[in-house]
């Protein structure tokens, strides 16, 4: 009996969390302005703009949710070098797992972690993937707004935790750097 208590208050615990709970499904996109962080001997990094796309999952109980997203996202750098100027150009698929904390009206501050992995890595159109590792992991901070009608508005700053170079000793420790904005659309809402 004592067990048939316990389980029955779980359950009931369980469905009333749901029952407050929202889960959504939606597509997001925006511009990106990148920048690689670190040293090297050929010249300096400046930002250059790219774009990003792709779909996000949320769950959100109350207060609190969780946005893991899927998102192929253009990085990179202008290199300036004393010959002249060129384009450093990577593309990431990304999957940011972001952590929501809802103030009020739908306004959020965002934190998490986001794992990259490297498809094209091109400077001035020459394949330069062999220099590039695989993947990257940075922290990925912002703020955004959940409108009522299911339009999202997210600003974030990917801070480059992993160096991205594959150990050239001409370059120091370069990691990327992007900052994003977002508009997106939750397609399917369920709750709250």
Known sequence: MK???????FLLATMYTFAQAQLAIGIKAGPNF????????QGTFENRTGYHFGAFGLIKLTKI??????????????????TGDFDANFSYINIPVIVK??????INLQAGPQFG???RAEIEDQDVKDAVKSSDVSLA???GWD???GLTLDARYNLGLSKIDDDDPNLSKIKNQVWQVSVGYKLIKLGK
């Open 3 to 9: 067990k048939i208590i316990i389980t029955s208050f």
């Open 34 to 41: 990148a920048k690689l962080d670190g040293t090297s001997p």
């Open 65 to 82: 949710g969780i946005q893991p997203e899927i998102l192929f996202s253009q990085q990179g750098s202008k290199i300036k070098t004393n």
């Open 101 to 106: 904390l809802y103030t009020i009206a739908g």
């Open 117 to 119: 992995f490297l498809s």
């Open 141 to 143: 901070l912002g703020a």
């Open 147 to 149: 409108l009522p009608f």
